[in-house]
């Protein structure tokens, strides 16, 4: 079981920042996310657009942020459950809440708070009648594992970054890639697409444009898929793996079950005061929550994270004083051991 | 510059008469926000980089649209539902040019 202060569900900005703010003030964090890596829709949807409006940052990648966001928080250690989601909460006791996630991880808190962005990343499924037979029995929407396709036949459909990325990659790994596209323009970055054009040529990728799958068959696995190819009448092709990666669609997920005040797919949380929801204890911060005059900004998110750990704070330490402090004059102790402090000001007589 | 007029068909079959305005560099995916028309996540989800597909609309009536970039066209031949007169909301910056727009929101995802 992992028990922690404040137990952050959500990666993204507002979830990682969360965890500096919780650290100046003593509180560990950990974080679920659906995602297998941390970052939210900047990870995910846009990690090389430019984000313009970071307060000093003229400019700044979403990937790049999301880096500073790890580096800035990696003093204060947070722990991370990735690629599962939260599910159910209990409120074990007066000090306790507890979440299970829907691979039966148990986390225990004093606090949660939920900094879900848009929900819960699921991956956008082709449409195919019988595709919930076969997830996870050689249907794939993610790849935690590269590993576990070596020496594997895997068929990758899709056109963009993820698709093209992971075919590179496993031609390295698996016994046979093929990579079937609707089109034969690829959407993802020119590097990539180059380098599957050149592994095409070596005959490490098998490409199938303009094309689609239509089918999945086998015996409680996937065994083969049918392609039908522009122009071409319908036939199958035999593979261990089917990964079609179509990108993610955002959902509240089990959360709207928890008993929230929820509007139009957004949390109601008390702006007034410190972002609780009606469920004392837990918190809503960032894209997630709605109040009047709500704005989905990552400055926001950082402000209502700042804002959260507070109020975490005041309720776990009734009565203790706690004076807000600048990190310029208090400087940052992390959990690990480092100091950061700004430099002393050299003092020199003058004769 | 001046407010148009277009004709947004919600996904529930709905008919909405909208006027946009065409100096606030909106596009259309932040019209049908800015008006309701499409529930709160299922519109607009990258924020408008054609990233996503979620802001597709089907173009009922054309009054001389800008042509498709490779941007627009390549996340189409990944989104679902796409028909002929797809296009992405969010690639679609209102002007003048776009008075009398007719257009119905794809279904989401």
């Known amino acids: 079981m992992i028990t922690t202060d404040i137990l952050i569900i959500g990666a993204g900005p507002t979830g990682l920042f969360a965890v500096f703010e919780a650290g100046l003030l003593k509180m560990k964090c950990h974080i679920i996310d659906a995602l297998p890596q941390p970052g939210g829709q900047l990870a995910e949807l846009y990690p090389k657009k430019p984000i313009f409006d970071i307060p000093g940052y003229p400019s700044v990648n979403a990937g790049e942020l999301v880096d500073n966001l790890m580096e800035q928080i990696k003093q204060f250690q947070p722990g991370f459950t990735l690629g599962e989601t939260a599910v159910s909460y209990t409120k074990v006791d007066d000090e306790w809440f507890e979440v299970i996630t829907n691979k039966g991880t148990v986390h225990r808190a004093k606090a949660i708070a939920i900094a879900g962005g848009l929900g819960t990343f699921e991956p956008r499924k082709p449409a195919m009648d019988n595709i919930a037979d076969y997830e996870e029995k050689g249907l794939e929407y993610f790849i935690k594992e590269p590993e576990h396709f070596r020496n594997k036949k895997v068929v990758i459909a899709g056109g963009g970054d993820s698709a093209l990325d992971w075919s590179i990659f496993l031609s390295n790994v698996a016994s046979e890639v093929t990579l079937i596209h609707r089109r034969n323009e690829f959407r993802g970055a020119l590097d990539s697409v180059e380098k599957v054009q050149d592994l095409k040529n070596e005959g490490k990728i098998k490409l199938i444009t303009p094309a689609e799958v239509t089918a999945i068959k086998g015996d409680g696995k996937v065994e083969a898929i049918t392609i039908v190819k522009d122009g071409e009448e319908a036939y199958d092709l035999e593979t261990d793996y089917f990964i079609p990666l179509f990108g993610l669609t955002p959902k509240l997920g089990e959360i709207a079950n928890w008993g929230l005040n929820i509007e139009k797919n957004a949390i109601v949380v008390n702006n007034a005061l410190d972002y609780q929801t009606n469920l004392e204890g837990i918190y809503a911060i960032g894209d997630i929550n709605t109040y009047p005059g709500k704005l989905k900004l990552i400055l926001c998110g950082f402000h209502e994270a700042t804002l959260m750990c507070q109020s975490v704070y005041n309720r776990l330490n009734p009565g203790k004083k706690y004076v807000l402090k600048y990190t310029t004059v208090s400087g940052v102790d992390g959990f690990d051991g480092s100091r950061k402090e700004a430099e002393k000001a050299v003092v020199k007589k003058i004769d | ?109």
């Open chain 2, 1 to 109: 510059m001046s407010d148009i007029n277009i004709k947004i068909t919600d996904r529930e079959g709905v008919a909405h008469d909208v006027v946009a305005p065409t100096d606030m560099s909106m596009n259309l995916m932040e019209i049908i926000r800015s008006y309701e028309l499409a529930e709160e996540g299922t519109i607009g989800v990258c924020g408008g980089m054609a990233m996503c597909a979620s802001c597709q609309v089907y173009v009922i009536n054309d009054p001389g649209l800008v042509e498709m970039g490779d941007e627009e066209d390549a996340m189409l031949a990944e989104a679902f539902h796409v028909k002929e007169n797809s296009r992405l909301g969010c690639q679609l910056h209102m002007v003048e040019e776009m008075e009398g727009l007719e257009v119905e929101i794809a279904p989401y995802p």
